[in-house]
């Protein structure tokens, strides 16, 4: 069963949901005509350029930034430092400029899932904003279709995430092995106290509410993304000379895979677009209706606005975190032309860490084992949340709140099991929740359009903004 499951699955996130995310997505891009590239220095002027703000506008639960970093922090994870590196020994240097273009799609899809989970929400018993995918097609989708879409999206999703928050648990563990592989201790010593300590720093976090979580996101993600991108930027400038011959890699291969000789003797050119675009999507997770739940409590002015913050996020994501992951695998010279299938698929899932003790010796895996760490820590604290959110849609607040001790309790799961293949089941559910999603923002393309005609057209944001801005 499991192998027919397996077998489904990967047909499904192969041309079918590439098809459907990118095809949507490009057009959301068209009717929104490609924000993200004709506003982009507005938009990093008011993201990037406004992270510590307190004077927002408008209603909402916690800040615009707190919103962004709880989403970013369920994006940003373990996949930023591994896929890159995957998808480079599997398909060639060439795959990061397909994972490249998802990126840029992506921003609009992102874009569009934001505003729409913005316009939707709802204020939940507690009185806090609540939204999402489940709450668009919901209140998006006139009729009962909508309401039967909102719950197979949120249903399929709550039972994607309780397994996930396990795997993550033990994904945040392993580094703590290697920090402390020094010791006396044994090696599922280490992991039991080190999954201990990951569901009592969750527990005081994702009790605390929305609000806390937030608090925590918007001090936790800059810190973990700073880090990580410092050492992997020091690793870029001592390879300076060799930017143009790796840029050089990832151009060429991008339409002639074999001249490059990624992988075994070339990839071919339908499998170059195909991993790079899938695992572009997977990293940033425009198209998944996952960032909608974290954005719907931010307080703003108008859609559009938090909007931005959603093309920031993808930018963030995945054109600088990825882009640094493939880059100090490429410069380092930990991939080179011609590798062997088994030379390849011994350095991928160690490709970083290779790439870091290249420069910083032993302190490389350190950096390495306390990034991966805080990446997963974060996502396991909002997936924690983003499960509540679901049982909440389908059955109510105080369901929510016991399904967060339930999803809470599956961090301590991860000291009795190991779970090798449950991957399987988790990327199935999950392209059962993408499909309802991207039907959606398809069908409410014509809203995000007129969203974007409100916000950049009228007198009172866009333009207001340039005005204050002279």
């Known amino acids: 069963m499991l192998e027919i499951i397996k077998s489904f699955t990967e047909w499904l996130w192969g041309w079918p949901l590439l098809a459907l995310v990118m095809g949507g997505g490009l057009i959301i891009n068209i009717k929104t005509g490609f924000i993200q590239l004709k506003y982009f220095p507005y938009i990093m002027r008011q993201t990037f350029g406004k992270m510590f703000s307190k004077n927002a506008e408008g209603s909402g639960t916690v800040s615009a930034f707190q919103a962004m970093t709880t989403a970013l922090a369920s994006s940003i994870g373990a996949a930023n430092i591994v896929v890159a590196p995957t998808i480079i020994f599997a398909a060639g240097p060439g795959a990061i400029f397909w994972m490249w273009m998802a990126a840029i799609i992506g921003q609009g899809t992102k874009f569009a899932e934001v505003a729409l989970s913005i316009k939707y929400r709802e204020k939940n018993e507690d009185g806090d ?31 994607e995430i309780l397994p996930s928050i396990t795997l993550q648990t033990l994904s945040a563990a392993n580094p703590v092995k290697n920090v402390f592989a020094a010791t006396n201790l044994n090696e599922n010593t280490i992991k039991t106290i080190a ?31 700073a880090l990580y991108i410092l050492f992997g930027l020091i690793i870029i400038i001592m390879h300076i000379g060799d930017v143009p011959r790796v840029l ?32 572009g999507v997977y990293s940033n997770e425009a198209g998944m209706g996952s960032a909608g739940y974290g954005h719907a409590a931010a307080t703003t002015d108008h859609p559009a606005r938090q909007g931005l913050w959603g093309v920031f996020e993808v930018f963030a994501d995945t054109i600088i975190v990825c882009t640094i992951s493939a880059l100090t695998v ?105 499909i309802p999603n991207m039907i959606g923002l398809i069908a409410m393309s014509g809203e995000i359009k007129d969203i974007k005609k409100e916000f950049f057209n009228g007198e009172n944001y866009y333009k207001l903004d340039q005005k204050n801005k002279k």
């Open 330 to 434: 490429l410069l380092s010279g930990v991939w080179q032309p011609g590798l062997s299938q088994a030379e390849s698929d011994q350095l991928a899932p160690v490709a970083v860490e290779r790439a870091f003790n290249t420069i910083f010796g032993q302190a490389g895996s350190i950096i390495i084992s306390i990034s991966l760490f805080l990446f997963v820590l974060s996502t396991i604290i909002v997936i924690v949340f983003y499960c509540e959110k679901q049982a909440e849609y389908l059955f109510g607040t105080k369901v929510g709140k016991i399904m967060r001790v339930v999803a809470s309790l599956m961090i301590l799961l991860g000291i009795f099991v190991s779970f090798e293949k449950a991957g399987v089941f988790l990327d199935f559910t999950l392209g059962l929740v993408v």
């Open 248 to 279: 050089g890699y990832i151009f060429k291969g991008a339409f002639n895979p074999k001249a490059v000789a990624g992988g075994v003797g070339g990839a071919a050119l339908s499998k170059v677009i195909s991993m790079g675009v899938a695992r």
């Open 195 to 225: 999954i201990i300590v990951i569901f009592i720093i969750v527990s005081i976090v994702v009790f605390g509410g929305v609000k806390q979580i937030g608090r925590v996101t918007e001090k936790l993600v800059p810190i973990m993304a």
């Open 129 to 159: 904003f609540v939204g999402g995918c489940s709450y668009m097609l919901k209140n998006g989708l006139k009729g009962g279709l909508g309401k039967a879409m909102g719950a197979l999206a949120a249903f399929f999703f709550m039972i």
